[in-house]
T-cell receptor
Framework: ETGVTQSPTHLIKTRGQQVTLRCSSQ?????VSWYQQALGQGPQFIFQ???????GRGNFPPRFSGLQFPNYSSELNVNALELDDSALYLC????????????FGQGTRLTVV | GESVGLHLPTLSVQEGDNSIINCAYS??????FIWYKQESGKGPQFIID?????DKRQGQRVTVLLNKTVKHLSLQIAATQPGDSAVYFC?????????FGAGTRLTVKP
């Protein structure tokens, strides 16, 4: 157990809808990052939050957005869902020092139909 | 572009044998690397890490080797067990992101 929890575990949405995924970070970890993992592939970095601000972003369109709250928990929001957004969405928490490990939650499996 | 990649997509070993999983990276400025294990339906699980000022680091049954000259990482698992069957990823942690390779699926045969 890493102490990083994500909700919900599974979700089915219709193309064009919006979705919000949630993540609670491990105690003491103030940096949260989100990843998209398509079937059979490695996780792809979406963005990272530190002290409630985005401080890094991967190659994802603006319809992928996020928030971090004062308690360091985080949300990932995806608007105008597309079929290709179907994936496992992973959240990881860490300390801001890059030379420390990042711990992952179990992920949210999103299916867009 | 710069990337983290793996040499082999699949690896099959006999129970009790040693396993070696390889990873190449292209960013010579990379400073910190992590190996993760991912079982079906679960998030990646931290196995071991290594910083660029080290060549080797050992954990319980696992060893990571870093060759900065050829920008290569390897994960060695001693006495591989059925519970080691999973997909293994190397990851390159940068100040504002973390990049993963595609993964190697390790299958342990009884």
């Amino acid at each position: 157990e890493t102490g990083v929890t994500q909700s919900p575990t599974h979700l089915i949405k219709t193309r064009g809808q919006q979705v919000t995924l949630r993540c609670s970070s491990q105690s003491g970890h103030n940096t949260v990052s989100w990843y998209q993992q398509a079937l059979g592939q490695g996780p792809q970095f979406i963005f990272q939050y530190y002290r409630e601000e985005e401080n890094g972003r991967g190659n994802f369109p603006p319809r992928f957005s996020g928030l971090q709250f004062p308690n360091y928990s985080s949300e990932l929001n995806v608007n105008a869902l597309e079929l290709d957004d179907s994936a496992l969405y992973l959240c990881a928490s860490s300390l801001p020092n890059m030379n420390t490990e990042a711990f992952f939650g179990q992920g949210t499996r999103l299916t867009v139909v | 572009g710069e990337s983290v990649g793996l040499h082999l997509p699949t690896l099959s070993v006999q129970e009790g044998d040693n396993s070696i999983i390889n990873c190449a990276y292209s960013n010579s400025a990379s400073d910190y690397f992590i190996w993760y294990k991912q079982e079906s339906g679960k998030g990646p699980q931290f196995i071991i890490d290594i910083r660029s000022n080290m060549d080797k680091r050992q954990g319980q049954r696992v060893t990571v080797l870093l060759n900065k000259t050829v920008k290569h990482l390897s994960l060695q698992i001693a006495a591989t067990q059925p519970g080691d069957s999973a997909v293994y990823f190397c990851a390159e942690r940068n100040p504002n992101d973390m990049r993963f390779g595609a993964g190697t699926r390790l299958t342990v045969k009884p």
